[in-house]
């Protein structure tokens, strides 16, 4: 059981680039989500799905895009990447669903992004 | 829409001494609770979670915390801090049906003196 996976672990990208960040879990969530963590910001959500098929926009989702490719998989795309997207890149899963209480969420270990 | 404070950005303890985190939130309802850490290079972990019922709830590594209504907190502690416990907390709140899930405060920097 590895819960939520994440590639890669480390990427440089230069201005313009694109890339695509991967996520896995194994925990049968039906949420998924991913978020940016920069220095004294906390973390932001980017973009979520509530289940297979669906995705919403977060708080910040300019510059981003995201597939459900299906119950398992959740990956974030940066279509041209910009300096201002250096983060750390943390996908998430969750019990969560439409109408329920909050569920704690699963995070992976992250994907450290520099672009230059 | 909820909303998380952590008013402190870093606090540094001495080894053994007794620690508490602050964190306030602000919901209309009764409002769902975590508390996470994360240690350097790594992502979230899950300390502890409060739904209902008792408020004073414990969670993993002899943390605890404790949920008062009265004044929207839900204050994070630990009785004798260790030097493995320096890391970043992060404080959640969740809602009723709230699809895209929690809102995270910014973060508490500890730092653990020898």
């Known amino acids: 059981n590895a819960g939520v996976t994440q590639t890669p672990k480390f990427q440089v990208l230069k201005t313009g680039q694109s890339m695509t960040l991967q996520c896995a879990q194994d925990m049968n969530h039906n949420s998924m989500y991913w978020y940016r963590q920069d220095p004294g ?29 299906n119950k398992r ?17 943390f996908c998430a899963s969750s019990e969560q669903s439409p109408g329920q209480g909050a569920h704690e969420q699963y995070f992976g270990p992250g994907t450290r992004l520099t672009v230059t | 829409a909820q909303s998380v404070t952590q008013p402190d950005i870093h606090i540094t303890v001495s080894e053994g001494a007794s620690l508490e985190l602050r964190c306030n939130y602000s919901y209309g309802a009764t409002p769902y609770l975590f508390w996470y850490v ?41 009785p004798s801090v260790h030097w493995s416990d320096a890391a970043e907390y992060f404080c959640a709140v969740g809602a009723v049906g ?14 653990i003196q020898p």
């Open chain 2, 38 to 78: 994360q240690s350097p290079g790594q992502g979230l972990q899950l300390l502890l979670k409060y739904f209902s019922g008792d408020t004073l709830v414990q969670g993993i590594k002899g943390f605890e915390a404790e949920f008062k209504r009265s004044q929207s907190s839900f204050n994070l502690r630990k």
């Open chain 2, 98 to 111: 709230g699809a895209d899930g929690l809102t995270f405060g910014k973060g508490t920097h500890l730092i």
């Open chain 1, 73 to 89: 998989e959740f990956s974030l795309r940066l279509e041209s990447a910009a300096p201002s997207q250096t983060s750390v890149y």
């Open chain 1, 41 to 69: 910001m906390g973390l932001r959500l980017i973009y979520y799905s509530a289940s297979e098929g669906t995705t919403d926009k977060g708080e910040v989702p300019n510059g981003y895009n995201v597939s459900r490719l």
